[in-house]
Each structure stands twice: as C-alpha cells, then as structure tokens.
C-alpha cells in the first residue's frame, strides 16, 4: 500500500493522500513492541501529507471574503492587529494576530500568507487534533477530513475556520488540564464569536468531569442503562424540537434570538431575524444534505448510541453534544435557507466525530460495527471526493489548479509553489 501511495502521490498528490494515509493506519494496527519515534516513516508521510494539502490549498482562486483578508494583511504591519473594521465591530482579533508576524517575515507576501495560514492549520489538524482524539486510528479520521470537500474552503473562510480548528483543539484537550483548554478556547472565541457556544459545552462537560472525579463517581451497570435512557430522550428531543422547525420555522427565531441576545453581536442578531421572516429559500440551493453527509450524520448517531464507553470522558460528552448541536444546524439550514456557516463546524470536521466509534474506551469490536460504518463512511467519502475533483472546472464556486487539480503531479505542486513564492 505504501508504494501505491507514493506512485499516486506522484501522479496527482490531492489523490494520492488518501493511500498514504492509509498505510500510515496499517502500519498502526500492527502488534508493536516499541513506543513510535518522533523521527518515524509515518510522521515523514504525514509531512508529506501536509505539505501538499496545503499547496493545493493555497492555490485558491481569490475572491470576496479572502480579498477582504489579504487587504487588511497588506496594511497589517502599519495599521496595527486590531485597526480594522472586523475587530473594532466585532473584537475577533486573533487571525490577525496570526497575520502580522506573517506579514513581517515573508515582506507583505500574499502567497505566503495563504500558504502559512494553510500550512499552521493543517498541521495542528493533523499532529494535534488527530493524535490527540485517537492515538491508533487518526490516519482514518485524517482520510475523512481530508476527503471533505468544505475542508478545503479554509481561506475562504478564514476567521471561522480558525476558530472551529481552535474548537477542535480545545476538544482535543479536554483531558488535560484547566491552562491548557483555557488557552485554546480563549482564542477560539477571539478568532469567531459564533464559536462560543462550542466552548460553553466544553466548559460544562469538563467542569461535570472535573466534580465526578472528586466525588469518584463510578457508573455502574444500572447508572449505564439510566444513562442511555437520558441518551434515547435527548434524541428524541431533539427529533421534537427539528419537527417544529420544520413546521414553523419562525417559531424557533425567538429561542435563537433569546441566545444570541447575550452576545455583543446585533448585527448577526438582525441577519438570523430577517433570513427567518423573510424566507425566499434562496441559499437552499447551496446547501445539499446529500447522501454522503446522511451517510457521515447516521454513522456517528450510531456511534453515540450505542458505542459502550466504560467512562463517558468529558471529551466524549461534548462531542456527543456537539453532534447533537450540528443535527439541529443542519435542520435549521434546510428548513429557513439560511447560511450552511451555521453549521460549518459538522460540515468541515465532521470526520473528527468519528472518533467516538474509533475510541480505544469503547467496547465495541474493533472488526464489528464501528469498522464496518467507518470504511463504508470513507469509501462514500472518497467518492464524492474524486467525483468533485474531476469535475471541478465545470463547477460554479472556488476552485483549485484553475479547476483542473488532477492534471497536477506532484512536480506541477513543486513548481507552483516556487513560481508563487
């Protein structure tokens, strides 16, 4: 598998990722002796990985909300971090935070900058994200990252996309101490305001971790039944709550707003009021619940289900939550037409769900269930992939490689990136 990988790799190398990532997850599931080396064969694939995920990244076609990020990185150095109309309204300074060192070491670069921001990103995805959330099955959860097409919509949106990578982080490190998920969810709400609700699930799942520890709360097998039945009653909740949605879609504005109301965000307040009252169905057409996020979506309810933790970590809870979060996003979005941002979380890092199944915690079989859905979710995964990629210079919308990213090997990638820089 190795060498097929790097024959593909060769060949196309937004491709050829997937096989490599692959082998790096053989190689894992092997009986080992040693503890893995920082200096190791996967660890080198995985740069590999990176490397050319952000290239391909950085080739993106630039328009609207990624020009209005590049103008304010053009004057960053003289204007300052937070002399912009975005942290002033909304005091979301840490992409800019990110963007002056950026801007002061490569000279006002625009290539460079996408190519950094890309490249940062990917690499905490992939060396913190993943290993953090599954020391044995990452690779696979990096192929369902990698194989999400609204992955690779992260210069487009730059702030958002940050922000739910810092979400990510802060999930990542629920299980370690206070400082730590302190400072990521610190940034994460600094770099996109929407994503404090991310962090309040985190905050509460860690705190009620935090007090079962103290009072060395155990679950036993009747606490376990209980704790399904409050499972099978939140999901029926949220199945009541998604039927009145789509009832009346008006009638939800008023808890949403409620919620919002808290935030010193007005303006995203009065967007949510008008696109609720004044439904046309118009951004509809841009959103498509299609078979494979129904594939993706059903696959990590089944996980939640019925998935047999000996623990319910505070990881695992809030992840549980945000699921069940993204479910009712979603539903929002097909009933009002609203923005697919709202959910943009689910729809970009949905593969990290996978984890929940993917956990050595769980008791189900490796071989049995969560297997069988995970290569299944993948394969669906992969297809819808490559369908876009082969199609992309017919699509409306970004694209990459001037819409033709299979006619790019491995050299083309090289020469790119040198002719930009």
């Known amino acids: 598998m190795l060498f097929f990988g790097l024959a593909m790799w060769v060949v196309t190398p937004i491709i050829g990722n997937l096989p490599l990532l692959l082998s790096i997850q053989l190689d894992l599931l092997k009986p080992r002796q040693r503890k893995p080396k920082l200096l190791s064969v996967n660890n080198l694939l995985l740069i590999l990985v990176i490397l050319s995920v952000s290239v391909y990244i950085s080739s993106f076609e630039i328009f609207a909300d990624t020009r209005v990020y590049l103008d304010i990185y053009q ?219 129904i594939i993706a979506s059903l696959s990590i309810g089944i996980f939640v289900l019925v998935r047999g933790f000996k623990k319910l970590t505070s990881q695992l809870l809030s992840l549980d939550i945000i699921y069940l979060i993204s479910l009712l996003q979603i539903a929002f979005i097909l009933v009002t037409g609203f923005n697919q941002r709202i959910a943009y979380l689910f729809l970009t890092f949905y593969g990290f769900f996978f984890s929940i199944g993917l956990s050595d915690r769980s008791k189900i079989k490796p071989l049995g269930i969560v297997s069988s859905l995970v290569v299944f979710a993948a394969a669906a995964n992969t297809f819808n992939f490559l369908t876009i990629q082969a199609n992309m210079i017919d699509i409306d919308g970004w694209s990459f490689f001037d819409g033709q990213p299979l006619a790019m090997s491995a050299f083309d990638y090289i020469l790119y990136f040198f002719q930009s820089i």
């Not at 890309?118 to 959330?133: D, G, R, T």
């Open 75 to 293: 004057t960053i150095d003289t204007k300052g971090i937070f002399d912009n109309e975005l942290v002033k309204d909304r005091y979301e300074f840490v992409l800019f935070l990110f963007l002056y060192p950026i801007h002061i070491l490569t000279n006002g670069s625009e290539y460079w900058c996408l190519f950094l921001v890309s490249l940062i990103c990917n690499f905490a995805v992939v060396f913190y994200v993943s290993k953090k959330l599954s020391a044995k099955y990452y690779p696979t959860i990096l192929i369902l990252i990698f194989s999400t097409f609204n992955y690779y919509s992260q210069l487009f949106y730059m702030r958002q996309f940050l922000s739910i990578m810092l979400v990510m982080m802060a999930v990542a490190s629920l299980e370690s101490s206070w400082k730590i998920f302190a400072l990521w969810s610190f940034l994460t709400i600094f770099s996109h305001l929407s994503s404090a609700m991310y962090i309040s699930v985190c905050f509460g799942s860690k705190l009620l971790s935090s007090l079962g520890s103290k009072i060395n709360l155990k679950l036993q097998k009747l606490d376990r039944v209980f704790l399904y039945i409050v499972l099978g009653f939140l999901a029926i909740l949220v199945i009541y709550i998604t039927w009145l949605i789509y009832n009346n879609p008006q009638e939800i504005y008023r808890y949403v707003n409620n919620i919002i109301d808290l935030l010193p965000e007005q303006r995203l307040s009065d967007s949510i009021q008008n696109r609720v009252t004044n439904y046309d169905g118009r951004d509809t057409e841009t959103f498509s619940f299609n078979i494979f996020r």
